[in-house]
């Protein structure tokens, strides 16, 4: 066997005498065909007859990660995501998960309908997003606000859902393997890979709200797959093009509220795969992605308050665009001993956009219709990880990793705030004397096992040491465990300390904003600047989550408990480092502490054979509050509920009816540490939403599908007066159609 990765050969000569035993006839290693796919997380231990896979289009290195057996795991197939097409965003989707919302990134209701995806209340900042294993992060490009608020519609929508294979979505404990962001969850969007087969197809998609206000959805790809040398070289090549058109100017007239609809969104994808493999054991995989998404403004700005000076000139255009480039290069191998997985990755976001203001009720808006300035982002990432199986009195399954990152911000539009007299520590006041740039560096090393014995139990220790070159260091162990009790039942549970490092906005000795009293801190009636600092530490969350699944047959339901200590949360600081005239002085400091705790419930089963089958999950918030304040963490709703009623008329015809409740949100309050002279205790009643859907092939390699979202009409507008932050779309109707052959 061609040993191609020095590192995994080095180790493997280490290991060759412990895994000598390690495999029998029924657990050895192998890499199916080419036209399979390799996801991040698998491992190579065999899988149980249980596991389900999301489909058929998976490589299994003989297992998936026991990680993704976890009670706080989910998986969302490509059959799903063809019955329940998104409109525009894969989070459309992932948002029915068990424990996943969406909302912004504090309980101001800025940005109101920009909601992006926030796992068990933790808000989107601590929601890892990956594409095939790899993160990102091109939301990092955007500035980050005075009260945690981004811009942006997060990573969800860099990939067309034609191109879903299937999506990962890990909660709690479980998501600690991943690094910094993770402390709420990871999603891990996993494409189709490349086929030896030539394939291809081309997708149409269009969504047309009955609400005539509500802007309309048209979307198009294509996708071809096939191999260039049979069997050794093949590649994948897929485009999109999408236009999501903003909401009308005075969709919230009849609610009375200055806050705007939903802007719309312009998306251009480009996507080319190749993969080699010159032997039965070896292969790499390079991917270039580059993606354009510009928003369509529809008049919103941070905090909706009726000064915007160009809004009505601006309505219609785009105020800002996302340009992202992306390039992969990874190697898989297996070996006598185990699986190596090498990556390299490097990401490069430009964000351009019309000046912002930067002081007080005037941040966020648009300063200038013409201006637009350019920021850059750069994300680099190196990671060698090895899979060793090897039995040591019980089976073992050691995954051992090196992980070493770089980000780089160039942002001159958000560091030209001038603070005339202003020098704290040698950080002077004036643009002109403050850089635009800053970086950081983080490496990792981490160890997990997973440990199997024939009493029906799984132990997963697990251990993670990152040093970064701002925030230091920082230890994350965690355990999770599962025990059969009986055939059907088993007791599920973990334990994790998770981190997430500072954002280059919060360490960058160049942002400046400056607040006219109410952005201070609290009960302060002072103007104030808040300025970078470089001495923070990572934020911590401890996860625990405790359940019981129930397995039999086709029949499944889980009910698990979790509770997340959240503790350093970055947060504005309350003790002034100085004055500058009438101005005090603070930083971004360590010392938010919050507690979020609730229950996730989930229950399948077949209601008549193959033909009708219903699935449902549950999530009910006991606690979101930060421990100083009471304030929530975020705006997440009581309790969500998604159930699916899944109908295979015949094998030509399938019909799907799906419903979403949501309970109440807690009132609108102010961030943690800013002035609160009044707070509205206006509250989001409960609702829901129906939909329903019907995807038919008359012939071979042909798909039609159409449907009905919120089929009973149930609206929602957007207000400045209370929780009520975002818009609720009315009902709406959406065809699609692929050709493939």
Not at 398 to 427: C, K, Q, Y
Not at 624 to 648: A, M, Q, R
Not at 717 to 727: K, L, M, P, V
Request: charged share 20%.
């Amino acid at each position: 066997m061609t040993k191609l990765s020095s590192i995994s050969l080095g180790i493997g000569i280490i290991l060759g005498t412990i895994s000598t035993n390690a495999f029998t006839q029924d657990n050895s290693l192998h890499l199916l065909d080419n036209d399979k796919n390799i996801s991040d997380s698998e491992t190579v231990k065999k899988p149980s007859p249980q596991q389900k896979r999301p489909t058929e289009n998976t490589l299994e290195v003989n297992a998936p990660n026991l990680l993704r057996q976890q009670l706080g795991a989910s998986t969302i197939t490509s059959e799903d995501i063809r019955k329940n097409p998104p409109i525009n965003d894969l989070s459309d989707i992932i948002r029915k998960m068990p424990g996943v919302n969406l909302t912004g990134n504090s309980t101001t209701g800025a940005r109101g309908n920009n909601r992006q995806i926030d796992i068990r209340g933790m808000g989107p900042e601590n929601t890892l997003i990956l594409i095939d294993g790899n993160p990102v992060t091109s939301r990092n490009s955007v500035r980050y606000s005075w009260t945690g608020e981004r811009d942006t519609r997060g990573d969800t929508n860099w990939v067309p859902a034609e191109m879903v294979d299937h999506i990962d979505v890990l909660r709690g404990p479980a998501a600690a393997h991943y690094g910094s962001g993770a402390m709420g969850g990871v999603v891990n969007i996993i494409t189709k890979r490349p086929t030896n087969d030539w394939h291809g197809a081309l997708n149409f998609f269009t969504n047309q709200p009955e609400d005539k206000k509500q802007g309309t959805t048209n979307r198009m790809g294509f996708n071809l797959s096939g191999a260039l040398i049979e069997d050794v070289l093949t590649m994948r090549l897929y485009g999109n093009m999408n236009k999501t058109k903003g909401d009308a100017v005075d969709i919230n007239k009849d609610a009375n509220a200055n806050a705007a609809g939903r802007e719309g969104v312009r998306n251009r994808d480009i996507n080319l795969a190749l993969s080699w493999k010159p032997t039965a054991t070896d292969i790499f995989d390079l991917t270039y992605s580059y993606s354009r998404q510009g928003n369509i403004y529809a008049g919103d700005s941070q905090y909706a308050n009726g000064r915007e000076t160009y809004k009505n000139q601006l309505i219609g255009s785009e105020t800002n665009r996302m340009y992202r480039q992306a390039y992969n290069l990874t190697y898989n191998g297996i070996f006598d001993w185990g699986q190596s997985k090498t990556s390299m990755n490097f990401e490069r976001t430009l964000n351009s956009r019309l000046n912002e203001g930067l002081t007080g009720g005037v941040e966020g808006m648009i300063t200038s219709p013409t201006d637009f300035v350019d920021s850059s982002y750069n994300a680099y990432r190196f990671n060698e990880e090895l899979t060793i199986p090897f039995t040591l009195l019980l089976d073992n399954t050691l995954t051992a990793g090196v992980e070493m990152n770089r980000e780089e911000l160039h942002d001159p539009a958000s560091m030209s705030m001038n603070a005339t007299g202003l020098n704290i520590d040698g950080v002077s006041g004036l643009a002109s004397q403050r850089t635009t740039k800053t970086s950081q560096n983080t490496s990792a090393i981490y160890l997990e096992d997973s440990i199997v014995n024939d009493m029906g139990s799984v132990f997963i220790p697990g251990l993670r040491f990152d040093y970064g070159s701002k925030f230091g260091s920082n230890l994350s162990p965690s355990l999770n465990i599962s025990q059969e009790i009986t055939e059907n039942l088993k007791l599920k549970a973990g334990i994790a300390k998770v981190f997430k490092s500072p954002n280059l906005y919060q360490i960058s000795e160049g942002y400046l904003l400056s607040s006219r009293g109410n952005g201070c801190a609290m009960l302060n009636e002072n103007s104030c600047y808040l300025m970078g600092n470089e001495d923070l530490s990572a934020e911590t969350s401890v996860n625990k989550e405790i359940g019981l699944q129930w397995t039999d047959e086709d029949f499944e339901t889980s009910l698990t408990f979790f509770r997340n200590d959240y503790q350093n949360k970055i947060v504005t600081g309350d003790q002034s480092i100085g004055t500058v005239g009438n101005y005090d002085v603070y930083r971004w400091m360590n010392g938010g502490k919050a507690l979020v705790q609730g229950l996730e419930g989930s229950l399948e089963f077949p209601v008549y054979k193959d033909v009708l089958k219903f699935r449902t999950n549950a999530t009910y918030m006991l606690t979101s509050k930060s421990k100083k304040t009471g304030n929530p963490l975020s705006l997440v709703p009581k309790y969500t509920i998604n159930s699916f009623l899944d109908w295979n008329i015949n094998d030509s015809l399938s019909a799907n009816l799906s419903w979403s409740s949501y309970g109440r949100v807690h009132p609108k309050s102010y961030p943690d540490n800013e002035k609160t002279t009044s707070v509205n205790k206006t509250e989001q009643p409960a609702y829901s939403i129906f939909n329903i859907g019907f995807d038919y092939s008359p012939i071979k390699n042909v798909d039609i599908g159409v449907g009905v979202t919120n089929f009973l009409d149930k609206k929602l507008y957007r207000s400045s007066e209370g929780a009520q932050t975002f818009n609720q779309p009315g009902r709406e109707f959406y065809g699609k159609l692929s050709l493939s052959f």
